[in-house]
């Protein structure tokens, strides 16, 4: 914003600026007083000088009827005090003051009549011509006309003096109060400023919703609920003091409403899920309940099933609060210093236990990370998974491990199905599956790849996927690499990785 109020301020600015415009408006407004004062100075000083002159005439017109023409001495002294009275020559007569008006004035000059007389010189100027104006009272006497003469030029050149003085004067006091009335109205819009300023810190992407936060917005935003929540505030029109509080107001109201809707999709598709589980117990529950409970086969075949469905219910529902705890932010890391490839080791011999139909292979090298080593272990477990379901019995599954000074890797890689690639962006929402029926062979709830990536996202990492659909799939853990043995003893790596988002 334009600091500096003798500069000139471009039209943009001042239209979409309240604070140019309520300084535009307050100096109207005092220049329209100062116009007021002037107008009312200049009358009564018109009325005074009149009053002036009036009673000045009639006081020689007294002397002219009581003591006659003055003669050359008396006109020396008269001249002197911007008085003249001369014959008036023929053709000279002024104008009569109507009838109503003469009452105010003095009873000896009531009757006479009055002109007024500019100065002679052609070459000046109308101004200088106008400090040379004339009041001119025609007297009768002694069966002659006198003019009697006052010059106004002294008034004049006084007043002129005076009226310059005076307007110089409200320039000054209208610069001085411009700067003065900006600084005034900025500070009247600090808490606008305020509000702006913490709408856009709940609008970071870093920042939490703070509950007292909220509950200020809420009077403001109170027009607007869950039914309403893609309403947003017009700003091609808005103030610029507004403008960056609406921009924020309405990226925060795009972050909730996308917030609301993902829960919404979250509950119908966790609704979903559950309920094909839930329906086939009680499919099974039924057929026990009719004539299953004295057929030996169906009976075994339907605790199979019950219990099957409850562990993959018991694993979704697992899964789930996780990630309600993940999105809650109530997960603590417990930050330690380890191997990647320790740990790669660990889990694939896990797997070998687990599974006998894949050949399982490890490429480790030395990739040391600080994170939370349970979290991790889930997130590799759960992309070894991933590469076993995908990939036909016998296929090769292989683990590879890497780190330099910035990043350690953790790779899992398959030589399965493979990936369409128009399906790689959607692989970490959660619930998205690309082939149902597939899906249900395989099982799982198309939850894992997202908690995988929330974790890596939560340690600072990312996820790296390569694919090819009929030749395999390529998924890496990327973590920032652990600090030297010197700076991570300080500790302050460990606390700035808990708090990291």
Known sequence: MNKNPNTAVPYSKFKFSIVYKLNFRLMLRLICTFIYI????????????????????????????????????????????????????SGEEGITIPKPLRRLLPKITKESKRAFELSEAENKPFFKKLRGLKYIIYIAHMGAVYKITVSLELFISIFSAAMIALIFI??????????????????????????????????????????????????????????????????????????????????????????????????????????????????????????????????????????????????????LLFLARGDNDTIVLQIVTFDLSELADEVINEMRMIDSTHRFETVLSKAMISADKGLIKQALRILVDNAIKYTDPGGHIVVKTMGDEQFSRIYVQDDGIGIRPEVVPHIFDRFYRDDESRA??????????????WISAKHGGHMEVLSREGLGTRIGLVIPAALPETEADSGSFHMERERSP
Request: proline share 2%.
């Open 170 to 319: 409200e320039f000054l006091i209208l610069l001085t109060r411009t700067s003065r009335d900006i600084r005034l109205i900025r500070k009247t819009l600090d808490p606008i400023t305020e509000f702006t300023r913490v709408a856009q810190s709940l609008n970071t992407a870093s920042s939490r919703f703070d509950p007292e936060k909220m509950a200020a917005l809420a009077g403001k935003l109170e027009g607007i609920n869950a039914s309403r929540l893609d309403t947003r505030i017009p700003i091609d029109e808005t103030q610029d003091e507004l403008k960056n509080l609406a921009i924020a107001i309405n990226s925060m109201l795009d972050r909730i409403n996308e917030s609301y809707l993902a829960q919404v999709r979250f509950v119908s598709d966790a609704s979903h899920e559950l309920r094909t589980p839930i329906s086939v117990i009680q499919g099974y529950a039924n057929l026990l309940d009719r004539w299953g409970k004295n057929d030996e086969k169906t009976l075994q075949e339907s605790i199979t099933a019950i219990k099957d469905e409850a562990a993959n219910m018991k694993e979704l529902i697992e899964q």
């Open 38 to 89: 002037d107008i009312v100075i200049c009358v009564f000083t018109a009325a005074s000088t009149l009053v002036y002159i009036e009673n000045t005439a009639a006081n020689a017109a007294a002397t002219l009827t009581a003591l006659g023409a003055p003669d050359e001495n008396e006109l020396v002294w008269l001249d002197s005090a911007q008085i003249t009275i001369e014959k008036a020559r």
């Open 440 to 453: 249900r062979a395989t099982g799982g709830a198309g939850l894992g790849l997202s908690i995988a990536k």
